[in-house]
């Protein structure tokens, strides 16, 4: 009866995902969805022993941290030969005739720039994702993949019972652009394009987090022994019907002159496209004949990629200004007469680091070329030297600070420049309050980037602990800030002082300390005046913070003016170490302890055990290992785990022993 139940919304969750994510044609409200969601969540809670990898309640990712296995592919992930002109497709066209000696036809596809990805059906269910790795083997990233809702858990219709389908992953560009600017309020390192965005997200440890990021799925090549047709074209029509997302811009090709219309047209028209792609493969439709011309080391000799031009535009470098972010990093900007290119003006062109200004040889003046090529920031790619008549300056790299005048520093082994004057230098300064005050830090309401800038100019602030001596008063005399605003703000700093101590933590702006990191470090060490006094021995032992983070910090609080600041915030009232409510819920009980969670609990949910298994200092597993420390077994324990535990002599657990151990009721 429940089984039935959770089958049937199983179904119809499935086929939602697919009229939303395939076919992009949803028929019920996204609140309706998410309620037939939430109730097979609760039956799935409620009767473990139904679970199943393929229900579309494990498209959310779980949040254990995993390792990827290398798999070796069954049939090699080869590559494709790239062609950059019409000639050189008409020569793949001309070799392709004369090795066959008879007719055939061509498949133009587009060509999706992604990260490849290699996908294994057994019984119509997903058993295996693995990357392209170095074309012999990759890493299984299959618990990354199922939360790709376009990919199918399930398929239905007429499939063959095992077979392999590969196609391209991919980030929408409008995910791309949240994700960056998120990143850029961050101050984290931009994605460059959404290529290196997709293959770093399929490649994160944490498949909770790769669920975020909205990634797509194009599939383009079925391979198998027992394939429905005998043709590329036809295999694929087979996939879409079995549940896969395949291109809708795929075109039968009977001549060399189809092939020039399909890539002229989708040369201009791809960028309409959500999605990024840089070029047009053409296929060889005929398996037969795909057989009979085989392959070269490297690539099929039945395809083949033309890959389209990047945009780029012709203009003059007139200087190079430098950028000062919240952490010190100088950026240099190019800033360059006016240019169109791909519908809009540039005026400004990211120059990355030294070593890019360097590798160009630039020259103020110069004639530079600007690309687009699918990144936000257009770059600067060349330089066209035959212009140069009267250049100025080569470019080097500021040797001191644009705004303090402070010479800039470069740390061992990264590109960046920094400007070391921390506490003395304008944009660094308004950077560290604006950080501070940001929502996921001390989340002061009422104070933007424009009232900080106006209370520093005003010489009211200099330094975070400044903002907890300000007076109503101070704030209503200043430009454009009336009476009530500035009590909304002396509200909002006043609330600040019960925000938790991890956030305290995250706020002070330590370079490479983020959120999750300042959480790890405000559980280790409890209170400020701890991790003040941590050395990086002490440091490092904290699980996943490294010597990069580790020297930050004692830096950090080796700065006395730092310091200082810190014993200022304290005397304001803020959180300085956990509350006895947040000590209680955690231990070092499980410290150095990897759990392996299997079966059926009557106390706790599962999410909850691996929670609780957090909060004591374990870490969470997903498969039983010779790391494995100890088991949480509850009923009807799978038996494949319990056999590899016997066989590894790994200690199981029931709940209650587990509760006693972590000294949970
Ligand atoms: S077919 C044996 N079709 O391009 C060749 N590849 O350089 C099988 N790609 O690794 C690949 N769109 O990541 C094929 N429509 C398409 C493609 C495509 C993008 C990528 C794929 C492959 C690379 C080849």
Redesign the pocket.
């Known amino acids: 009866m429940v089984k039935e139940q959770i089958d049937a919304l199983r179904r119809e969750l499935e086929q939602h995902n697919y009229n939303y994510y395939v076919l992009s044609q949803p028929t019920i409200s996204d609140l309706e969805f998410d309620m037939k969601l939430k109730q097979l969540e609760e039956l799935e809670r409620q009767h473990p022993e139904y679970a199943d990898p393929s229900s579309p309640t494990q498209r959310v990712g779980n949040d254990i941290n995993t390792s990827f296995t290398q798999i070796r592919h069954k049939y090699p992930?080869?590559?494709?030969a790239n062609t950059y002109s019409e000639e050189e497709v008409r020569d793949f066209y001309e070799r392709v005739r004369k090795a066959l000696g008879e007719e055939f036809e061509l498949v133009g596809?587009?060509?999706?720039d992604g990260t490849?990805i290699s996908l294994t059906y057994e019984h119509g269910r997903l058993v295996q994702a693995v990357t392209?790795g170095d074309g012999e083997k990759g890493d299984d990233v299959t618990d990354n993949v199922r939360t790709i809702r376009s990919i199918p858990l399930r398929l239905h219709g007429n499939y063959p019972d095992s077979f392999e389908i590969?196609g391209?992953i991919l980030m929408p560009w409008e995910v791309f652009d949240a994700l960056n600017r998120e990143r850029e309020e961050q101050e984290e390192p931009l994605f460059a394009n959404p290529r290196n965005a997709a293959s770093g997200t399929i490649k994160l440890q944490n498949p909770a987090v790769v669920a975020t990021r909205k990634l797509d799925a194009y599939l383009?090549?079925v391979l198998g022994e027992d394939l429905p047709a005998d043709t590329h074209l036809g295999n694929l029509e087979a996939a879409r019907t079995w549940g896969f997302k395949t291109s809708d811009a795929v075109r039968l090709c009977r001549t060399l002159d189809d092939v020039y219309d399909f890539i002229r047209y989708w040369d201009t028209e791809r960028k309409n496209l959500p999605v990024a792609t840089d070029g047009i493969?053409i296929?060889v439709n005929s398996l037969a004949q795909q057989r009979a011309l085989g392959f070269t080391a490297k690539?099929?000799r039945w395809?083949i990629?033309y890959k389209f031009q990047a945009e780029r535009a012709l203009t003059r470098l007139n200087s190079v200004s430098y950028q000062v972010g919240r952490t010190g990093a100088v950026t240099p900007v190019a800033n360059l007469n006016p240019v169109q290119l791909s519908g809009t003006v540039v005026r400004r062109a990211s120059l990355h680091n030294a070593d890019i200004i360097s590798a160009l040889d630039l020259h103020i003046g110069d004639m530079v070329y600007v690309e687009k090529g699918g990144e936000i920031i257009p770059k600067i790619t060349g330089v066209d030297t035959d212009a140069r008549i009267l250049v100025g300056d080569r470019v080097g790299f500021a040797r001191t600070c644009p705004v303090c005048g402070t010479p800039l520093v470069r740390i061992e082994g990264e590109a960046a420049h920094y400007c070391p004057n921390e506490n003395g230098c304008p944009p660094q300064i308004k950077g560290k309050m604006e950080h501070f005050v940001s929502r996921r830090a001390m989340n002061i309401d009422g104070l933007g980037s424009e009232t900080i800038d106006l209370l520093f100019r005003n010489g009211l602030a200099h330094n975070v602990a400044d903002l907890y001596e300000l007076r109503t008063a101070d704030l209503a005399r200043l430009e454009r800030l009336g009476d009530k605003s500035a009590r909304n703000i002396m509200a909002g700093i006043e609330a600040s002082k019960q925000v938790p101590f991890e956030r305290v933590v995250f706020a002070l702006g330590i370079r490479f300390v983020g959120e999750t990191t300042a959480k790890k470090l405000a559980y280790a060490f409890k209170s400020m005046e701890a991790l003040s006094h941590a050395t990086e021995a002490e440091l490092t032992a904290v699980d996943e913070i490294g010597g990069r983070i580790a020297q930050s910090v004692t830096a950090w609080f080796a700065d006395e003016a730092n310091r200082r600041t810190v014993e200022r915030l304290a005397a304001q009232g803020l959180q300085m170490c956990l509350t006895a409510d947040q000590l209680q819920a955690h231990s070092d009980r499980l410290k150095g302890l990897t759990v392996v969670i299997s079966g059926k609990f009557a106390r706790h949910s599962r999410d909850e055990y691996k929670t609780l298994i957090e909060r004591h200092g374990g870490k969470n597993a997903g498969s039983v290992s010779a790391k494995t420390s100890l088991i949480l077994a509850g009923e009807n324990m799978g038996p494949e785990k319990l056999k590899k535990a016997e066989k590894l002599g790994i200690k199981l657990m029931d709940e209650d022993e587990f509760l006693d151990l972590i000294g949970e009721e």
């Not at 992930?77 to 494709?80: N, P, Q, R, T, Y």
């Not at 596809?109 to 999706?112: C, I, P, S, V």
């Open positions: 992930m080869l590559s494709l596809e587009l060509k999706y490849s392209r590969r391209e383009y090549y493969v296929k690539s099929p395809a990629a």
